[in-house]
């Protein structure tokens, strides 16, 4: 029976294997294991799950761990790695076998890939046969004094498997369906079912917390729980993420490393936020919650068994949401590695024009989705050094007289004793009434001549950033460009 008792700490284990870096349903998995510890007092327990040595790597380690904790998902006790334990899986295994739970099986390879293509020809189901099961325990040791090799299999009980899961309640398997599977391997290493069981029960495991990719994984390890006679953990099986059309999340769905979210300019707080809502819902209509409150709020209850949507729109509104609600001075540090990033920053931006910085920020962050856009919309604020976009050119600096409307709006703008907002808006609706044209027909080809672009903060907020004298010279370069016979038609 899988139960806690009521004074027992839960505690919970997020076990990766460092054979890839941390994508997001794996981020999901450690998110929903430590809300829950932390709803209710436990420990979060990090195991990195490495016995494959081949694909495992250090640097996969480093980005797991890199993911994790920019998340802001602290553990309680690790990182363990399971590959330090492997004498103590060994001993699990042995001692199976030595209560008859577990026997030698000494078929080759060559000979169970006959036996399985037989089966398959003849259009049958094929599972191992125990054929080793009926040796004696002499010709056992007579083959192993020979030095056959031979692996470990863990004797399947009659019967059938039942556990209540938290996600989708109970659940029972069959154990005709479960073929005795191999818990040492012929050269003495522990499998991946024998590892997982032996490290849970020496943590001291109460959860297990994962994804229904490992709801297959369940009954085989709960008959390793019994036969080695500890408690058996209660299960969560979290549903599959799955794309906005319907398919298992892939790299084009957004499958990508936890990390790249970081790069490509997402607030922890907005993934954090995010991922908890992926196939949970606290119920209170609201979808912008901080960690406290999604804590407070969590329970496998309202965990649906239905598949969870990922929706990479749905993320940028929500990072969006983070961008414009986070206090400003919040803002600076990740902005300023964006524009390092991107070698626009300049150090007296924290220094004497901090003031200016800062409203620069509080400008641009409402047309923000990510930390990119900062430096995006930005570098025609902190550099000169711009292009007019192509479209436009071709959608606002045409018509005839456009080049002499422009010196007569830089005349007009030259001639303002104060330069702020108010001055320069009377100053160019002054001008527009004057030449009895719209204020939009000087507006548009000025954010492209201040801008380099047709979009933008308004474009008196765009002024009284840039300054009069960089607008001027702006407004400047841009009738040189239209007097140089610059294609604008095309």
């Not at 030595?98 to 000494?106: D, L, N, T, V």
């Not at 719209?438 to 380099?452: D, E, T």
């Amino acid at each position: 029976m899988n139960r806690v008792h009521a004074m027992e700490t839960i505690r919970a284990r997020f076990a990766p294997s460092p054979t890839g870096f941390l994508h997001v349903g794996g981020a999901r998995t450690a998110l929903f294991n430590w809300l829950f510890v932390r709803n209710r007092g436990g420990k979060f327990i990090l195991r990195i799950e490495d016995t494959d040595r081949a694909r495992s790597s250090q640097e996969m380690v480093a980005e797991i761990l890199d993911g994790l904790k920019w998340l802001g998902l602290a553990w309680d006790e690790g990182p363990f790695f399971q590959s330090h334990r492997k004498e103590e899986h060994r001993a699990d295994g042995l001692r199976m076998e030595a209560q008859g739970k577990a026997y030698p099986c000494f078929c080759t390879p060559e000979a169970l890939k006959e036996r399985r293509q037989k089966a398959e020809r003849e259009r049958r189901a094929w599972r191992y046969d125990r054929g080793c099961l009926k040796l004696s325990a002499e010709e056992v040791k007579r083959r192993r004094e020979a030095g056959e090799p031979n692996c470990l299999r863990f004797r399947v009980p009659e019967g059938s498997t039942v556990f209540k899961d938290l996600v989708h309640g109970e659940t029972k398997f069959d154990n005709a369906s479960i073929e005795d599977f191999v818990l040492l391997r012929s050269d003495g290493s522990p499998t991946y079912q024998l590892s997982v069981v032996s490290d849970d029960t020496f943590m001291k495991i109460t959860h297990v917390i994962r994804g229904d990719d490992h709801l297959s994984n369940t009954p085989k390890q709960i008959l390793l729980y019994q036969a080695l006679g500890v408690s058996v953990p209660i299960f969560a099986h979290l549903p599959l993420i799955h794309g906005a059309d319907g398919k298992r999340l892939s790299k084009r769905h957004g499958a990508i490393s936890v990390t790249d979210y970081r790069k490509d300019g997402y607030l922890p707080e907005s993934l954090f936020n995010f991922l908890a809502l992926l196939g949970w819902s606290p119920g209170e209509g609201k979808e912008i919650l901080d960690p406290e409150r999604l804590t407070a709020a969590f329970s496998f209850e309202k965990v649906s068994a239905k598949s969870a949507i990922f929706d990479v729109r749905k993320l940028e509104w929500m990072n969006s949401q983070y961008i414009n609600r986070l206090p400003i001075e919040s803002l600076l540090p990740v902005v300023k590695e964006e524009l390092i990033r991107e070698g626009i920053w300049q150090e007296d931006l924290l220094g004497e024009r901090k003031p200016w910085f800062l409203k620069l920020i509080e400008t641009l962050r409402d047309r923000s989705k990510l930390l990119g856009d900062f430096t995006r919309d930005g570098r025609p604020f902190l550099t000169d050094q711009f292009e007019y976009e192509e479209k436009a050119v071709r959608k606002h600096l045409k018509g005839e007289g456009l080049a002499a409307r422009m010196k007569d709006l830089r005349d007009r703008f030259g001639q303002l004793q104060t330069f702020n907002q108010e001055s320069v808006e009377q100053a160019l609706r002054g001008l527009a009434e004057e030449a009895e044209t719209s204020a939009g027909s000087l507006i548009h080809p000025l954010r492209v001549a201040l801008l380099g672009r047709s979009v933008g903060p308004g474009i008196f907020q765009v002024t009284d950033l840039v300054g009069k004298e960089r607008v001027l010279a702006r407004i400047t370069r841009l009738v040189e460009f239209l007097e140089s016979g610059a294609d604008t038609k095309s």
